[in-house]
């Protein structure tokens, strides 16, 4: 017999002898024990239902940029629908809690705080650095890991202020290197002018992108400059450039932005070269920006399509989400799901410390091959490449 048929046994003998009590009192008292009992070694009755294993998923599925968060809500459904349809997590279904918080940090807090009393295990996400960092507090002190597929800036990591904190993208540190080294030593720019969105993302890698810049000794950063997010007319900011002499724009922020800048830029007829990330390598932007986003460089992650495993589901995206692309970080967002759950089966547990020992010391097949999690939370063998829009198409160059 099991071990938990043997307790199921020993429940149902308790109850039948309860019944046959006939003082009151007596038979109120042993209900009472029986139910405590049962509570703690999590008996049901029938059987030993293991609790199920609450993974949420949180950041923008709604506004802008629902682009960037909705392909890691799918992957997220695919890797969690593998998972359950073997039997799930050592025997524990797994389960989803999928919240929306706009890229916002003032709704990821909420978002975050409900995730957290709703009981959440581990959570993927967020999207945006700047709502990341403002949920991580939360999360820190409810002891539960996060794992996002996007968030890049690099003091999420290096700071040290959040040990729960993972990755499965590299830092802005790393992003801006490549976006400069590509300006200086391919394209030979030499006059660029650094625009960015004022937030955590955009800012952080615009300032490393100037210091890269000025410690090259190669080219002068001619403009730095901040614009706010969700304006309609960038031509003030336009003008500085061309009046800046600029032959080229590194930009840092997303494609709401980016794709009015750039629009305004050629409506002047200025051929300047434009730079961006990972928050415009995204094809939202290539159907705003029209035929303004043709010769547009961006950095994102590399493409990774000679994986298996990519190869796996991205067809599983196909067949289930018919008539569309799986988009922005699918791969990342896989393979943070892919990084966590495997954390949870083998550390057996929930427990927050048992995951984290995993994740820093076990391999995990993912799109970008096996990897596991430095000592700050950044993953292994993650980094960064240059695409440029051709023919209404991000194609990778390097």
Do not use: W
Not at 12 to 27: A, C, G, P, Q, R
């Amino acid at each position: 017999m099991k071990g938990g048929d043997s307790i199921n046994r020993v429940f149902f003998i308790s109850i039948n002898y309860i019944l046959e009590v006939s003082d009151v009192k007596m038979h109120h008292k042993l209900l009472t024990l029986i139910a405590t009992a049962a509570f703690t070694t999590g008996m049901t009755v029938g059987a030993m239902a293991a609790q199920p294993i609450k993974i949420g998923v949180a950041g923008a599925h709604s506004g802008d940029l629902a682009s960037y968060g909705l392909p890691t809500v799918k992957a997220a459904e695919l890797v969690v629908k593998d998972i359950n349809a073997k039997g799930g997590i050592n025997g524990a279904k797994v389960e989803l809690l999928v919240e929306d918080d706009v890229c916002k940090p003032e709704v990821a807090t909420n978002t975050a705080t409900k995730l957290v009393s709703e009981g959440v295990n581990v959570v993927i996400g967020h999207i945006c650095s700047g709502a990341t960092k403002a949920a991580l507090p939360i999360y820190r002190d409810a002891g539960v890991i996060v794992m996002s597929p996007s968030a890049t800036n690099p003091a999420l990591t290096q700071s040290g202020e959040y040990p729960n904190f993972y990755r499965t993208i590299a830092s802005d540190d790393a992003q801006a290197r490549t976006e400069v080294d590509f300006a200086l030593n391919t394209l030979k720019l030499k006059k660029i002018a650094v625009i960015h969105d004022k937030g955590d993302y955009g800012k952080g890698l615009a300032e490393f992108a100037k210091k890269f810049i000025e410690d090259s000794g190669k080219a002068k950063v001619v403009l730095f400059e901040g614009v706010t997010p969700g304006a309609v007319d960038y031509s003030a900011v336009v003008q500085k450039i061309k009046r800046s002499g600029a032959d080229g724009v590194i930009f840092g922020g997303y494609h709401p932005e980016a794709s009015k800048i750039v629009g305004q830029m050629r409506k002047k007829r200025m051929k300047t070269v434009f730079i961006s990330d990972d928050g415009v390598k995204d094809d939202t932007f290539i159907k705003v920006a029209g035929k303004n986003a043709e010769g547009v460089y961006a950095t994102g992650p590399a493409d990774v399509s000679s994986n298996p495993l990519t190869k796996e589901y991205h067809d599983k995206y196909a067949k289930t989400y018919k008539g569309s692309e799986p988009g922005a970080f699918f791969d990342n967002a896989v393979a943070a799901a892919l990084a966590l759950t495997n954390a949870l089966a083998k550390a057996g547990s929930t427990d927050p410390a048992a995951i984290a020992k995993v994740l820093h010391t076990d391999d995990v097949a993912t799109p970008f091959g096996k990897i596991h999690f430095d000592k700050r939370g950044d993953a292994t063998g993650v980094g960064f490449s240059m695409y440029q829009v051709k023919n209404g198409k991000y194609v990778q160059i390097n």
